[in-house]
Structures are given as structure tokens and as C-alpha cells.
């Protein structure tokens, strides 16, 4: 009641500013606020920078390039950069890229929720624990390793599956195969599919793990036996956290370079079924390309290379729409 | 519809840990039952081993006999699950599906049993959202989130989800302790409506509580922390405010415990 009256009868001094008002609510400050506001913003500005440096180089060389392309960018079935005029598109980049995303995202997805409910909702606690470790020891190993191992074991032992598949599933068109070296999309697939597996298995993991109690006897008090917890408590209340995740691993599916270029034999063209050799990744053309390119050459990789920054940009905005249109049925109301 | 509830020499363990000791007693159907004591003494355990709800905790197992009229809920060959359908529960926080509109919140335990045509199971929420006084306030936006209703229409929610399968006993373990005092009573309330079709067992901290809406009240106690909680008496409920023939019972419902 104090703080009242002194506020309620006007002081005989003179009012003070609002500016002045502001600081005295702030409070005294201190060195030690100062520097780390000084660090603090001084992080967030150069973060800033670097976003706002990298899009304007990118964008500054790709007109460069796009400006002197012969060919239409977006829809021609060629890279032809020596030759004067240049003609070059990235139509061939971006199906190979998507496909192999796809397949990887189809695979990788279901296994890493199976993996997670199965270490937070089924496996006794001796046994969750070693599991977790060997999944976060996939994410440790070296992406061009993974492109050693499938370029080495996996194509070689694709034969069997090619196959099966041509003979079963070869009438869809998507699954029919004329007999080459499997190092086609979907070997690729399989392969990125191994490599995102550790970090949607870990996030989605988390995310299950974060699940109230209460949620999931709510579920068992009705009589539901445990896969039906799952379906009526843990999943739902995951849900918008296995799309954040699917999303971190599509990332890396997108922007794959090394395993990417070490399995696929890359060809300028689309093939429509995933199981002949051909076709080519955004990063996987950068990365075979670079080297041997010339300066117009150069610049229409990195145009690649922005039209790729803008297909992740598009795919984040898309989950976070996702994300955001589940948010009142999300178990942050709860 | 409502079953009797006969338990005979029932202890329960977390581990190693004795939780409660050797409880009998008995709970008639179509009556409230509460159970007081001070916390720790055991009463909620008891209560969860009413449902099997008590196993689910890691390391908790239960010896002795619970019989839902003449079926032991212990028995060979019972499965948990199926317990769990005769007997429903509502917990101390209000704990409707976030991700569920309220309908599909009352239909859930529904969808389990199995398949229902739409107009059955519209018929079936309406019932009872009606038998848990929350139809008036929640009948126009039943495609909403029952996490957008206030804490005592979630609480009645939550009961309406668990009498919407018609199970034979109801079990709440203190329903109103996260409620305001107008919460409570319309809660309060509506356990009078419901003990006319379910066998009611309610855990309550607040003994005015057991006092209103009880028939019979039994008491819980534990000599010291640490020790198993025990049942020291059940009575009629007037006779356990009035007269109990236990001295620790007046002490307790005196204040004069500890």
C-alpha cells in the first residue's frame, strides 16, 4: 500500500522525463550488462551480415550467369558452359534432387518414428540407452564415408533389389529397369536415407520423450493398450516435432554433395524410373563440376547453388505453415 | 451397470518399497466412497490398483485380491486393458487430449471399443457431455480444443470422456484440487448425479469435501514417513465426522494430526 500513495500524490520536484523515467526502471547498469549487451547484439548483427553477404553474393554472380545463358535456366535439359554462348538449365537438378529427397524422406521418416517410440515406449531402459548411442554414432561418420561404403557395398549388392522390384512393381513405370549399374536415384535414396535417419530418430525421440504423463494415462485410464497410447497421446502431441525433424533431415538430403556424387553416375537427363543410372543432385553437379569449370562456368553453379538456397528456404516456410496451422490442437495449449 | 467393489489382503509395492499394507474393504455400488488420510499415506496407490493403473508405474506390483462383483481384477488370464474399460478414472489435473476437439475427446474411449456409426456416436457425446453438466456450455463448439476450455469445464470434460463408455465404477483421485471453490461445487454436484448409475470412489485432500458429497469415507494413515499407509477405518461418513470409533481418525479430521 505504500508504493501506492507515493504514487498516487504528485512529487514537488519536477516530473521526470519519460526517457529518464525509462532508465531509472531499467536500473543502474552495470559493466558487465553493457559488455554482454555489446557481445549479445553485436552476435546477432554479424549473423545478419553474413545471411545478408552470402544471398547478395549469390545473387550478384547468378545474374551474371543467368544473363548470358543462351538456354531458357529454368527449363532447359543441358549444362553446356564452354561453349560460346553458354547454354546451360537446372530443370535435370532440380527433379534429381527432389526424387532422391523424396525417396530418402519416404524411407528415413517412418523407420526413425518406428526407432524413437520403440526407444521411449517399448525398449527397457538397459537397452534404450546402447541404441541411442550407436544412432548418434551414425550422425558422427563422415558423409564421404557413407559415399565410400555405398559406392563399395551398397551399389554392388543392389542387384538383388532392382530385380524384385522390375518384376513386381516394373509396370508402375517408377520401378522398371533396363539392367544398368545401380547407381541410380534410388540407391542414392537409400543412402541419404541411412544418413538422416540419426537426427530425425534424435529429435523425434526428444520430442516423444516430452510427452505428459498424464497425456498417456488419460489414454491408458480409458483402456487402451500401449500402440493405442501411442496413437492417441504420443503421436498427436508429437506430431508438429517429427515434422521440425523430417525437416532438419531433408535439409541435409537437399544439400547432400559427397555421398551423393561418389554413388550416382550422373547424366544430363531425367530418367522416370528410380532404378536406372542417371540424372544429377543440385550439390552433387556443384561439387563434380566446380573444378573444371570456367568462370561463366563458375558463376552458373553458384546460380545452381541459389536456386537450391531457395528450394530449403521454401521447404522450411512450408513445414512452419504446417507446424503453425496444427498449433491450437498442439500440446503447447495444454 | 454400477458393481460392487470387494478388496481382501492388498498390498502394493513400488520396488521394494511397501506403498500400502494388507486393505480391505468393501465399496457399494450406486454410493461415493472417499478416501482421506495425509499425503503419503497411500490412498491414491490404493486407489490406482482399483484399475491396474498402479502396474503401469515402473517396478509397481500389487498382492491380494480385488473383486468387481464376483471377478477378480488380479486374476489369471485378466487383461489390464480390459479392467481399465469397466473401471474409469479422472485424474487430479484436468488431462483432456490437446490434440483433440471436444467431441473426439468424449468419442475416444469409444473409437477404441470399436467402430460406431457417426449418429451413435453423436448421440453418445451429447448423453454425456449432458450427464456431466457441460452440454449447454460446449454445444456449439464441440469442433473446438478441449485445452481451450477452462479448468473446471476440462475437468467435467474428462469426466464426460469416461462416462461416455459406461464403465461400471468411476475412480477420482482428488478431482477438484486444481479447481476453483465454483469449479469444485459444480464437480461436486454432479458426483451426486452420477452415483445414481456408477459405483464412485473419490480421493479428496479437502474433508469438507468428503464430508458433502461421500456416503461412506475411509480413512488412511501411516505411522511414520517411509512406512506402508494403512486403512485404519471405514465407516458412514457421518459417523467418521460425528463419532469415529478410531482415536487417530478424530485426531486427523480435528487438525489435530502430527
Known amino acids: ?334 | 451397470m454400477a458393481k460392487r467393489i470387494d478388496v481382501s489382503g492388498l498390498t502394493a509395492y513400488y520396488g521394494s518399497h511397501k506403498a500400502i499394507d494388507d486393505i480391505s474393504m468393501t465399496v457399494e455400488p450406486r454410493s461415493v466412497t472417499a478416501f482421506i488420510g495425509p499425503s503419503g499415506c497411500g490412498k491414491s496407490t490404493f486407489l490406482r490398483t482399483l484399475n491396474r493403473m498402479h502396474e503401469v508405474t515402473p517396478g509397481g506390483r500389487v498382492e491380494g485380491k480385488v473383486l468387481l462383483d464376483d471377478e477378480d481384477l488380479y486374476g489369471h488370464g485378466i487383461d489390464p486393458v480390459s479392467v481399465r474399460r469397466e473401471v474409469g478414472m479422472v485424474f487430479q489435473r484436468p488431462n483432456p487430449f490437446p490434440t483433440m476437439s471436444i467431441f473426439d475427446n468424449v468419442a475416444a474411449g469409444l473409437r477404441l471399443n470399436g467402430s460406431y456409426k457417426k449418429s451413435e456416436l453423436a448421440d453418445v457425446v451429447e448423453k454425456s457431455l449432458k450427464g456431466a453438466n457441460l452440454w449447454n456450455e460446449v454445444k456449439d463448439r464441440l469442433n473446438k480444443p478441449g485445452s481451450g476450455l477452462s479448468g473446471g469445464q476440462q475437468q467435467r470434460l474428462c469426466i464426460a470422456r469416461a462416462i461416455a463408455v459406461e464403465p461400471n465404477v468411476l475412480l477420482m483421485d482428488e478431482p477438484c484440487s486444481a479447481l476453483d471453490p465454483i469449479s469444485t461445487l459444480a464437480i461436486e454436484d454432479l458426483i451426486g448425479e452420477l452415483k445414481e448409475r456408477f459405483t464412485i470412489v473419490i480421493v479428496t485432500h479437502n474433508m469438507q469435501q468428503a464430508a458433502r458429497v461421500s456416503d461412506r469415507t475411509a480413512f488412511f494413515n501411516l505411522s511414520a514417513v517411509g512406512q506402508p499407509g494403512k486403512l485404519i477405518e471405514i465407516d458412514e461418513t457421518e459417523r467418521i465426522f460425528s463419532n469415529p470409533s478410531v482415536q487417530a481418525t478424530e485426531d486427523y479430521i480435528s487438525g489435530r494430526f502430527g
Open chain 1, 1 to 334: 500500500m505504500d508504493t501506492k500513495e507515493i504514487t498516487d500524490t504528485p512529487p514537488p520536484a519536477p516530473q521526470p522525463t519519460p526517457a529518464e523515467q525509462k532508465r531509472a526502471a531499467r536500473g543502474a547498469t552495470r559493466p558487465g550488462d553493457r559488455i554482454f549487451l555489446g557481445l549479445s547484439r553485436g552476435s546477432g548483427i554479424l549473423l545478419l551480415v553474413i545471411m545478408a553477404a552470402i544471398a547478395g553474393f549469390l545473387t550478384y554472380r547468378a545474374s551474371i550467369a543467368i544473363s548470358k545463358d543462351e538456354a531458357n535456366f529454368f527449363t532447359a535439359f543441358e549444362w553446356n558452359t564452354g561453349v560460346v554462348p553458354p547454354r546451360f538449365g537446372i530443370a535435370v537438378l532440380v527433379f534429381g534432387t527432389i526424387v532422391s529427397s523424396i525417396v530418402a524422406m519416404v524411407i528415413a521418416v517412418p523407420i526413425a518414428v518406428a526407432i524413437a517410440l520403440f526407444l521411449t515406449h517399448y525398449a527397457p531402459r538397459r537397452l534404450s540407452g546402447p541404441i541411442a548411442y550407436v544412432i548418434d554414432l551414425l550422425a558422427a561418420v563422415p558423409s564421404i564415408v557413407y559415399g565410400l561404403w555405398g559406392a563399395l557395398v551398397l551399389v554392388p549388392n543392389m542387384n538383388g533389389l532392382y530385380g524384385w522390384l522390375d518384376d513386381y512393381l516394373g509396370w508402375t513405370g517408377i520401378f522398371s529397369w533396363q539392367g544398368g549399374a545401380p547407381r541410380s536415384m534410388l540407391t542414392v535414396g537409400i543412402l541419404l536415407a541411412i544418413m538422416i535417419l540419426p537426427i530425425i530418430t534424435n529429435v523425434s525421440r526428444e520430442v516423444f520423450r516430452q510427452v505428459p504423463q498424464m497425456h498417456e494415462e488419460a489414454a491408458l485410464a480409458l483402456g487402451a493398450t500401449r500402440w493405442e497410447v501411442i496413437r492417441m497421446a504420443v503421436i498427436p502431441f508429437g506430431r508438429s516435432g517429427v515434422i521440425s525433424a523430417s525437416m532438419l533431415g531433408l535439409g541435409r538430403a537437399l544439400g547432400e554433395t559427397m555421398a551423393v556424387a561418389t554413388v550416382l553416375s550422373p547424366t544430363f537427363d531425367i530418367q522416370a524410373s528410380l532404378l536406372d543410372p542417371g540424372g544429377g543432385t543440385f550439390a552433387q553437379n556443384i561439387a563434380s563440376k566446380f573444378s573444371e569449370a570456367g568462370d561463366i562456368g563458375r558463376d552458373a553453379l553458384i546460380a545452381s547453388g541459389l536456386v537450391l538456397f531457395v528450394i530449403t528456404l521454401l521447404v522450411n516456410g512450408g513445414a512452419r505453415a504446417i507446424i503453425a496451422r496444427r498449433k491450437e490442437y498442439s500440446g503447447a495449449n495444454a
